[in-house]
């Protein structure tokens, strides 16, 4: 038996970075998926990693997984935990043996977080596992978490940990108590990636929809307001654990300062929630209200800026979309990646189609995508 799991990327619409430091932010899924798939082999003592999206294959024979992480205490608990920084050294030990490109290592924690994933939440069983996806790879539409969740599902779909009705065709939804579980320990393949993250991400892409997030507490946002965004990809590559990073320590260095900054960037977060629940009486009401959240959009990427974490593509970004009188901000961790710019109701196709062409001619990549649908979701296939 096969199973597959897809979770989405998301959109940080307000507050990211303030969001690690337990100020409010608001985020909300899109359509595009990280699937994962996964099947359990009795005709091979292997675990296979297949990463289609960066090209990379893996396979370790299940005795030399049992050797290396052994003296560990493996197999880990299988509730939620930690993954100590001895035992990501022997984890690094597996990945080195496989002989990771130079150029690819950046990418070495995503395969650090899967082993510890599947040899907590599977132990030794041999398998092969896929993963492609329709995100980005380090943009800001959070890829990272998409990956950690859907791991985290279809490992526990076919773990003990989670009792499941394998009968249902097509894709379904896991319970509340079962969704928490998979997010937990998503959040726990985050930190490997991430160093500190939030949580805000995994969050999302567990549960879907727009969210509120603060100190760990996820609220749902119910949201009223047809929110269009186009996505501008400006394919410089960073990395969110170095920025992330870099933010602690300005808020060190400044702690008086940032606090401010933070606060300020709190408070757009609360306005914006509160607007995209509020109901539009007529079409004025949702134009004003359209143009209150340019005026967030552009305040947030201003404190981004503040933050340090902005970059020449994203304001070049920003300069397109504001001859077009579009507010824009950057989504995620910033230092490149992707920008959100909010598209009105009332706008034209031919305005789009322009400042698409404009923001192309720099070789930025643009697209839109639905926001807030569902959140992780699994299929079972017995053909396999
Ligand atoms: N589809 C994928 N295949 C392999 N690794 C992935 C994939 N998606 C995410 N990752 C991991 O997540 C990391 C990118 O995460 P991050 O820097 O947080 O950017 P973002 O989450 O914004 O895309 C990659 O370096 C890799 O380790
Ligand atoms: C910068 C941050 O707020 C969001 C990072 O998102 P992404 O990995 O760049 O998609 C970090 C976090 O909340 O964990
Ligand atoms: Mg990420």
């Given at each position: 038996m096969e199973v597959t799991a897809r979770a989405p990327g998301k959109i940080i619409l307000a507050g990211e970075h303030a969001v690690v430091h337990g100020y409010t932010a608001v985020a909300s899924s899109i359509d595009l998926y990280t699937v994962v798939s996964l099947r359990l082999r009795s005709d091979e003592d292997t675990v296979k990693l297949k990463l289609n999206d960066i090209g990379l294959d893996f396979s370790w024979s299940v005795g030399r997984i049992k050797e290396v992480l052994s003296h560990l205490g493996s197999p880990f608990s299988s509730t939620p935990t930690s993954c100590s920084l001895e035992t990501i050294k022997s984890l690094a030990t597996l990945v080195d043996e496989q002989s990771f490109p130079e150029t690819k290592i950046g990418l070495a924690s995503g395969v650090y977080a899967f082993l510890w994933l599947y040899t907590s939440i599977l132990g030794f069983k041999p398998a092969t596992v896929t993963v492609s996806s329709e995100l980005p790879v380090g943009?800001?539409?959070g890829s990272s978490a998409a990956y950690c969740v859907s791991l985290s599902a279809a490992l526990l779909a076919l773990s003990d940990s989670v009792k499941l009705d394998v009968s249902q065709k097509g894709w379904s939804t896991f319970k509340e108590t079962e969704a928490e579980l998979v997010n937990k320990w998503a959040f726990e393949g985050e930190k490997i990636i991430h160093g500190r993250p939030s949580g805000v991400d995994n969050s999302v892409s567990t549960f879907g929809n727009v969210i509120k997030f603060k100190s760990g507490v996820m609220t749902r946002v119910d949201s009223n307001m047809p929110l269009k965004m186009l996505i501008t990809n400006t394919k410089v590559g960073r990395d969110t654990k170095a920025l992330v990073a870099n933010v602690s320590a300005r808020k060190s260095r400044h702690p008086d300062a940032m606090c401010s900054v933070l606060n300020a960037i709190e408070a757009i977060s609360d306005e914006w929630s509160t607007i995209i629940q509020s109901h539009a009486v007529d079409d004025l009401y949702l134009s004003a209200n359209e143009e209150k959240l340019g005026e967030l959009m552009e305040m947030n990427q201003g404190l981004l800026l503040s933050i340090g974490v902005s970059h020449a593509s994203i304001e070049n970004v920003l300069q397109t979309s504001m001859k077009y009188k579009l507010a824009s901000k950057l989504t995620?961790?910033?230092?490149g990646g992707c920008v959100l710019t909010l598209l009105p109701t009332h706008i034209s196709g031919e305005v789009i189609d322009k400042l698409v062409e404009e923001l192309g001619s720099f070789g930025f990549q643009c697209f839109s995508a639905g926001i807030g649908g569902k959140g992780v979701q699994i299929s079972f296939d017995y053909s396999s």
């Open positions: 943009a800001g539409l995620g961790a910033g230092g």
